[in-house]
């Protein structure tokens, strides 16, 4: 992809990146089409294999009420509340991954449905029925979802992912990065949450300087 456009280093099961959804959207309404955003699932938690303790949760709830407290958006623990809940972000990613299959646009929809369900709904975003559910809602035929997202071919999909994102140097999610500029060099728009106005006001100086 040689026009400009966004890549955005995110993860279904991460708060702030919840968060960071309604920037997204911003984003999307501000410049449609003309500045794609790609997603890349940066692998927050994949392969947890043990049920969360108490502490975790509690530590885990910290985080909500700060993205909560910084953006309004509503959170429901219903999912984390379930006996021996374990976790593990990395079905939530390979959803995320087997839906852009279908394209970018239907990506970073999905990935915005996925994060509501998770945190507004209290929906388990490590069951592949409600995996599938989600991609039923936004057209995505629910039998070929469910027999690529349980592929081996899907599974190093997206641990190839979390690898590009590790070989970017990638720390923080969500993690927004613009390019290419005149000289093919991408840059960092924001590492971690900043507000809809601001990134957007960003991302218009970038476009009127390539623009010019």
């Known amino acids: ?53 108490e502490a975790a949760k509690r530590e885990v709830l910290n985080h909500w009420t700060h993205v909560h407290e910084a953006t309004g958006l509503p959170f429901d623990t219903h999912a984390m509340d379930r006996a021996g809940f374990v976790y593990d972000t990395d079905p939530g990613a390979r959803a995320v991954v087997v839906v852009r299959r279908e394209g970018e646009e239907l990506a970073v929809n999905y990935l915005a449905r996925a994060q509501k369900a998770f945190y507004a709904e209290g929906r388990d975003l490590t069951s ?49 990065v613009g390019g290419p500029n005149e000289a093919g060099v991408y840059g960092v728009v924001t590492r971690g949450y900043a507000p809809p106005d601001d ?8 476009i009127r300087r390539i623009a010019a």
């Open 128 to 176: 592949g029925e409600v995996l599938a559910d989600l991609a039923e809602e936004l057209g995505v035929d629910r039998i070929s979802f469910l027999e690529q997202w349980t592929s081996e071919a899907a599974k190093q999909e997206t641990w190839r992912d979390y690898a590009v994102s590790q070989r970017a140097g990638v720390t923080a999610f969500p993690t927004l």
């Open 1 to 53: 992809m040689d026009e400009p456009h966004l890549i955005y280093f995110a993860d279904p099961m991460c708060s702030w990146c919840y968060g960071f959804s309604p920037v997204i959207a911003a984003i999307r309404k501000a410049f449609g089409r003309g500045l794609p955003v790609r997603t890349i699932m940066g692998g927050l938690r994949p392969g947890t294999a043990e049920p969360m303790t």
């Open 199 to 206: 990134v957007v006001g960003v991302l218009k100086d970038w």
